[in-house]
């Protein structure tokens, strides 16, 4: 009887700890509802279109009836720096850092809930062939959109969770 017990009180017990689904309610949840109403502005460049993507994928826009409550603002900065000299004095090796400073606006009076940042960075290795090493290159940023636009996401998910409280 007690093999029996124990677990029961340890599945009580677990229940009380006060934690919560942040997704409670799937697709129809509050959270769930409040990201599919995020709007993403547009953001200039290549890399920008990859982020917008990556962030409406995430986000569920269009899921959402109606106009959006909310806006988000980003601005990314993409930077490639040589590191790694060999001794015929070529660069052996690259890193890409990929930083977004985004904001979320209430569409309704212009208030600016979340004002942060996200980044992520990469190594690139640079070898004979230009066509590969251009590939490296674009593969590290689609790579690192996804993290940004993860972090991001993260972000809002939180925040208008904690909104709801």
């Known amino acids: 009887m007690k093999r029996f017990l124990a677990p029961l ?4 017990a677990l229940s009380a700890c006060g934690l919560q689904p942040i997704y409670a309610g799937g697709s129809n949840g509050a959270v769930a509802r409040g990201l599919a109403q995020v709007e993403v502005a547009s953001i200039s460049g290549d890399e920008g279109w990859l982020m917008r993507n990556a962030l409406s994928d995430r986000l569920g826009r269009g ?3 109606g106009g959006a409550q909310y806006r988000l603002d980003v601005v990314l900065d993409d930077q490639l720096e040589g590191l790694g000299l060999l001794t015929d004095d070529t660069i052996g090796r ?3 850092t ?4 985004y904001q979320l606006v209430d569409t309704s009076d212009g208030t ?4 942060a940042t996200a980044g992520s960075d990469a190594g690139i290795d640079v070898v004979g062939s230009e066509y590969a090493t251009i590939a490296a290159e674009q593969t590290a940023l689609e790579n690192l959109t996804q993290e940004v636009a993860d972090q991001i996401v993260v972000r809002l998910t ?3 969770r904690a909104m709801q409280q």
């Open 9 to 12: 009180g340890l599945l009580l």
């Open 63 to 65: 899921n959402g009836e």
């Open 94 to 96: 690259e890193r890409r």
């Open 98 to 101: 990929l930083r977004a400073r």
């Open 112 to 115: 600016i809930i979340v004002d």
């Open 158 to 160: 939180r925040t208008l």
